[in-house]
């Protein structure tokens, strides 16, 4: 057919590989094409694609690399910077789970390779492709906010114990960092998003609070100065005794604030927007999308994100996540580690 296929790097070691368009019975049309999406059927993936190539490594899957245009990593983050770098000297396009790397500065040897072989690069920081930041990111384009004073973030989800001290996220070896890293990386970056301002200096506290002890934090707290001389507050671990997620966001200027509530029950996510008092009525307003019924991990969002790599392998030009935009999340991580390492502010 001439479309591209996709090599899928995962966490087990092995490399299958896949069609982006293909005569599979469960399709869904992205950006014009359709590419598999999941059906409902409950049998093994092992026995479904018992049939595709797969390779023990990515250097012999570079070796037949007719089979596929492009690569879908999801490795732990002390393989994935190699695997990209050696993806993208073979002009393979890059699909990256986020973060992709433990550190900022494995982050820049990724950029340095990407940019260099001119491949086209997505990470998996899926908060950019969501519709209510979106709409936070324009009301602060558009100046409603005023000046901005703070942003508070809030994430806190299942403990440890839901999959194990001896997961992989909690080896230090393999992932390098816990909470920050792994989870707290995407409102880290989607701050800048949305603010459209970097992050200058931070002042963190990072640790193991639950009851159970992780070689990688589970959490902690961070202050995060802002270019334009607000602050910004990220709180949340891994602290709660069941699978779920708390994720709140208040963002305050001086001409209104906003609470948002991605997570609100029978809701696609809800903004509450409090205004000045003018006259006797004071501005208030609550938009609250429907729920999202995309099938598939991340919705309409994760939709958009691939909807955009596919583009941009078709066309050029760069993703909403970028290979800088990777550096720069994971270079506000090594402050925070830093900071709460050595009791002081650090200056990024």
Not at 91 to 98: A, D, P
């Amino acid at each position: 057919t001439g479309a591209p296929r996709l090599a899928c790097g995962c966490d087990d070691g092995k490399v299958r590989v896949v069609d982006l368009v293909s005569g599979g019975e469960a399709l869904v049309k992205v950006g014009g094409t359709l590419v598999p999406a999941f059906d409902s059927a409950i049998s093994s993936l092992e026995e479904r694609h018992a049939k595709l190539p797969r390779f023990e490594s990515v250097t012999e899957l570079i070796y037949s690399s007719d089979l596929f245009d492009g690569a879908l990593v999801c490795l732990p983050n002390d393989q994935s910077p190699d695997a990209v770098i050696a993806l993208a000297n073979a002009g393979k396009h890059i699909l990256l789970e986020k973060p992709g790397a433990a550190n900022a500065t494995d982050a820049r040897r990724m950029a340095e390779a990407i940019r260099t072989n001119q491949v086209s690069f997505q990470n998996g920081f899926i908060w950019r492709y969501d519709e209510l930041a979106n709409r936070l990111r324009k009301m602060v384009n558009d100046g409603r906010f005023g000046k901005l004073i703070s942003v508070e973030m809030t994430w806190a989800t299942s403990s440890v114990d839901r999959r194990g001290p001896e997961h992989y996220l909690f080896n230090l070896k393999q992932s390098g960092g816990g909470f920050f890293n792994w989870l707290a990386c995407h409102h880290l970056d989607l701050l800048t998003y949305i603010t459209g301002e970097s992050v200058t200096a931070v002042s963190a506290r990072v640790g193991n609070y639950g009851k159970t002890v992780a070689a990688v934090e589970d959490g902690g707290s961070a202050i995060l100065d802002l270019s334009s001389g607000g602050l910004a507050t990220f709180t949340g671990g891994y602290w709660h005794p069941r699978w779920m997620n708390d994720i709140r966001w208040t963002i305050r200027g001086t001409q209104r604030w906003v609470h948002w509530d991605p997570g609100r029950a029978n809701t696609g996510g809800v903004l509450e927007i409090h205004g000045p008092q003018p006259q006797f009525m004071a501005m208030e307003e609550t938009f609250e999308l429907p729920v999202d019924d995309t099938t598939g991990y991340g919705g309409k969002a994760m939709v958009a994100l691939l909807a955009d790599w596919i583009r941009a392998i078709g066309e050029g030009g760069d993703c909403r996540n970028t290979p800088e935009s990777t550096v720069t999340v994971l270079e506000t991580i090594d402050s925070i580690y830093q900071s709460s390492e050595n009791g002081h502010r650090v200056k990024i």
